[in-house]
């Protein structure tokens, strides 16, 4: 079955302790980008990767980082999180023209 | 600079009644993808459609439909005989077709069906 999947759904953590949200995907698609979304704000894209060694930021990339070092991973870092990236995150992945996207990882931050 | 607006913040109907969600779009951009997502309480992105900006066609599948207007800058979505089922979070959302493919999201409508 062709999905996106991310670990973990659900996390609370506290301000400063590094933390990694993973994501794969299983259909060999060489776009895929992160995603936060807040109340009131819809989605906001925080980095994205056109293909393996290459990402870029997005909208929201302060206080993230990525890494592509395969075409299935991309996994979102948070080096020192704070109460402002509580938030409900999504990994997307796209073929051709659209985006297909993870469950979503709802993250707490105290 | 691209920008997708949904300028309805929620809306409530009673089962089976008939709604429209807007979405209203700004781009630069001649050739364009736009997008419909279902966000069900559980949490997930369900895609839904999309449209090629030149292909102003409109589609039926099911119960829902989408009316794209290019004159009118409008991709509108309508859920006829609405169900408790359709109780969600819609996104519209524009991407460019070519460079770094960016998405832009609107800010969704919720969406309650009352039985």
């Known amino acids: 079955e062709a999905q996106v999947t991310q670990n973990p759904r659900y996390l609370i953590t506290v301000t400063g302790k590094k933390l990694t949200v993973t994501c794969s995907q299983n259909?060999?698609?060489?776009?895929m980008s992160w995603y936060r979304q807040d109340p009131g704000l819809g989605l906001r894209q925080i980095y994205y990767s056109m293909n393996v060694e290459v990402t870029d930021k997005g909208d929201v990339p302060e206080g993230y980082k990525v890494s592509r070092k395969e075409k299935r991973n991309f996994p979102l870092i948070l080096e020192s999180p704070s109460p402002n990236q509580t938030s409900l995150y999504f990994c997307a992945s796209r073929g051709v023209g659209t985006q297909y996207f993870g469950p979503g990882t709802r993250l707490l931050v105290l | 600079a691209q920008k997708v607006t949904q300028a309805q913040t929620e809306i409530s109907v009673v089962e089976k009644e008939d709604v429209t969600l807007d979405c209203v779009y700004e781009t630069r951009d001649t050739t364009y993808y736009l997008f419909w997502y279902k966000q069900p309480p559980s949490g997930e992105l369900v895609f839904l459609i999309r449209?090629?900006?030149?292909?102003?066609q409109n589609e039926i599948s099911g119960r829902y439909s989408w009316n794209f207007q290019k004159s009118t800058s409008s991709f509108n979505f309508t859920i006829t005989a609405s169900q408790v089922v359709d109780s969600a979070v819609y996104f519209c959302a524009l991407s460019e077709a070519s460079g770094t493919y960016k998405y832009i999201f609107g800010t969704g409508t919720r969406l309650k069906v009352l039985a």
């Open positions: 449209r090629n900006s030149f292909d102003e």
């Open positions: 259909m060999n698609h060489e776009y």
